[in-house]
């Protein structure tokens, strides 16, 4: 994976702990990511290191009360028809949607918005294991989402905004609104085979959620919701600032009535590009969403985010991880949503540690062809590491994107951004493929890939599974262990921990660290088995260049038995 760091920006914003039936943050999470980019300018840092050589309505706006094309209008919404109506309206001009909430909604603060709460009662059910429950517009959600039911054999039938849908309190309370207002989003709850036994029969969990522009959050049975995905990110860490598309209708399909898998149809729009979603949705433990898109763009796009992930990172093993970062004064050890990127091709598998405290935002680049996945992920999975009751930390998934063969995903990279934060409900870190060629108007770009929840691993989902894990990252002075004469405080030592089925059991002289630096040197690398854990360890000291450069540093490991790689490639910033 070839790597590139440039000093850039983006970000997101969610109000933290709410509950998470009523989350309502990736339009927060927008604001701030917007206001964040169009500060930004960026400069691109080389790094000497390769591994495998990484809104919204267009057109006529969608009106919930009616269909969105004649496609719908003639026949049952299929894939291919949404993406005819996307093609057509990526041909037409791009309209800005207007904001047409009634003041009593436009008004609303986040607690007088949290007192809209949907009537479990009125749910829309979809087969037997299946139903959607709805948003309401208003505060942060100001957009309108049309919303449909496609039956098995028949036309699509538009869900009709009505305030009896909705229990209203604080001073919303007997209020009652047009029939034209639509809704901000849903959520879907599922019936899962192995519900415990205090919950009612046939109880449904929600597991997953569309709001606010092109976001959506997915959970497997017995997690927390985490990091978010997206269906599209244009032009993420750009100086002239980020678009956000949106999708402006929803088509729920309805399943066989014992199904245990649901499909979705979705239209995307900007003023860049517009495009058709099919969402196949299949819960449980992993969770998985095999996602089908054709995109439409109405002018060149420099960088398009496919399969974006959006998280949160504050702090973690390391503190916030920055050189020369101020640590944070919090009683919890640790503080995110996802500890680290993974980024795998056909031969070989990167973990790349996640940062804060950078002076300025930084996007790394990971080409990595052809690749095979990649996917932020929360490794550290206990509670010690956290001691957060209520937000359970150690239960938030991890989400990987494995490419689809032959989809659009054969030439570009890996990037993550990596935003400075101070807060944990800013959703400061974003991952995505970019292409390495401009999207062109005039030429679709169909592709498809899956999304996978990942908890513990070793994970199905995620390649070259005989490869062993970094668990555990760690730093510290090298004067402690190995002193030197006159003391050296820049000297670091360098700890890295990994686990896996195919390492060796017990002392092997046949393991060997494999080391480099983009900057400075490294010394004495040293691999032990650690009989506590069952896995292994390397030890090396880095010390770094004087005088010392303004960019990151790349440290990389590599347990090694002669030429065969054991683990993944530890890839770190210093």
């Known amino acids: 994976v070839d790597t590139d760091m440039r000093g850039e920006d983006t970000e997101p914003t969610r109000p933290h702990r709410q509950p998470e039936a009523e989350r309502i943050d990736p339009p927060s999470r927008r604001r701030v990511l917007r206001t964040v980019l169009t500060a930004a300018a960026g400069s691109i ?22 269909s969105a094309s004649g496609a719908a209008q003639d026949g ?40 809209i709460v949907f ?31 496609q039956p098995r054999g028949g036309p699509a039938r538009p869900i009709p905004y009505e305030s009896r849908l909705f229990a209203f309190g604080g001073r919303l309370a007997g209020q009652s609104f047009a029939p034209d207002l639509g809704f901000a989003g849903f959520r879907l709850h599922y019936a899962f085979p192995e519900t415990p036994a205090w919950r009612p029969k046939g109880f449904q969990e929600e597991f997953l959620v569309f709001l606010g522009a092109s976001y959506f959050r ?28 949106d999708f402006t209708a929803h088509w729920l399909c309805e399943p066989e009535p014992e199904a245990r898998s649901l499909t979705v149809l979705s239209l995307l729009d900007s003023p860049s590009v517009s495009g058709a979603y099919r969402f196949v949705i299949t819960p ?16 060149p796009i420099p960088r398009l985010g496919l399969a974006p992930l959006t998280s949160m990172f504050l702090y973690g093993q390391n503190g916030p991880g920055a050189r020369d970062a101020k640590p944070f004064d919090d009683f919890r050890p640790q503080v995110h949503d996802s500890d680290g990127l993974c980024v795998a091709t056909a031969a070989d598998r ?78 400061n870190i974003v991952a995505a493929y970019v292409p390495a060629a401009p999207v062109q108007p005039g030429t679709d770009l169909r592709l498809g890939y899956t999304l996978t929840t990942v908890g513990a691993e070793p994970a199905e989902a995620i ?7 970094v668990t555990e990252t760690r730093f510290g002075s090298a004067e402690r262990l190995r002193p030197t004469e006159p003391p050296n405080p820049a000297r670091r030592l360098c700890v890295i921990d990994f686990e896996g089925p195919s390492l060796p059991k017990g002392a092997d ?32 000291e880095w010390r770094p260049p004087q005088p010392m450069p303004a960019g990151d540093i790349v440290l990389r490991a590599q347990l090694m038995r002669g030429t065969t790689p054991l683990s993944e490639t530890w890839d770190a910033v210093v």
């Open 463 to 469: 390649p070259q599974a005989a490869l062993a894990r």
């Open 119 to 149: 009537r479990p009662s009125e749910s829309v059910h979809l087969g037997r294991h299946f139903s959607a429950q709805l948003f309401h517009r208003g505060f942060l959600q100001r957009k309108r989402v049309a919303l449909y039911l």
């Open 218 to 245: 997915l959970r497997a049975a017995g997690q927390e919701y985490g990091l978010s995905a997206r269906g599209l990110a244009i032009g993420t860490g750009a100086p002239e600032g980020e678009e956000f598309p």
């Open 350 to 427: 990167l973990w790349r540690p996640l940062v804060n405290g950078r002076k300025q935002p930084q996007i790394s680049a990971f080409a990595a062809q052809p690749l095979a996945g990649f996917g932020l992920l929360q490794r550290e999975r206990s509670f010690a590491a956290y001691l957060d009751v209520e937000a359970r930390q150690e239960a938030r998934p991890g989400l990987w994107v494995a490419p689809d063969p032959g989809s659009a995903f054969a030439e570009g990279a890996v990037q993550l951004y990596e935003i400075p934060s101070a807060e944990e409900y800013m959703d």
């Open 76 to 115: 049952a919404m299929t894939f291919e028809s949404l993406s005819a109506e996307a093609q057509s309206r990526a041909a037409a001009p791009y309209a800005t949607p207007p904001a047409d909430l009634p003041p009593a909604l436009a008004g609303l603060d986040y607690d007088g918005y949290r007192h």
């Open 284 to 299: 449980g433990d992993p969770a998985r969403i095999a996602v089908t898109t054709a995109l439409f763009p109405r002018r």
């Open 509 to 540: 002289e046949a393991v060997a660290a494999e080391v480099s630096a983009s900057a400075g040197t490294l010394h004495e690398p040293v691999a032990n088995f650690v009989p506590q854990t069952g896995g292994w360890r390397i030890y090396v």
């Open 45 to 66: 840092v080389p790094s000497a290191i390769d591994l495998n050589g990484a809104r919204t309505w267009a057109g006529a706006a969608l009106q919930p009360q009616g």
